[in-house]
């Protein structure tokens, strides 16, 4: 697979990094933490090796919070919008969530992991009428 740049952004803009492919994992993770993170039905998250990301700027905005009771449970945000960032799990890789890449990373989420706990209002994009943007009532 060729090696491929792709950079990433938080929704203020302060903080951007880049990855570089091949992706280790990409999955969805339906687990309740993830949830809560998220904010969302599931994180999807991409897995890389640590010398295939670096911070481009903002980094000093990056907050870092580590779940107490869990064994490596972690999330990164920024502190002035509060979007989910990239953060080091104790295994050394580096966990990107999807949804703050700017580009196409080029491949796609292969599993849901999880899947037992998902949220019981967890839909499947295809189960649902789709509209290019808002629903048109
Ligand atoms: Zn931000
Ligand atoms: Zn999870």
Redesign the pocket.
Known sequence: MDKKSVSGSCLCGKVTFKIETPLLMFRY???????K?TGSA??S?IFILPEHFSWISGDENVVRYDLNEARG?ATCFCKTCGSPLPHTTKRNEVVVPAGTLDDDPGQLPESN??WKFRASWSLEPGEMPKFDEYENK
């Open positions: 993770c339906h687990c309740s933490r993830c949830r993170a599931h994180a998250n449970f992991i999880f």
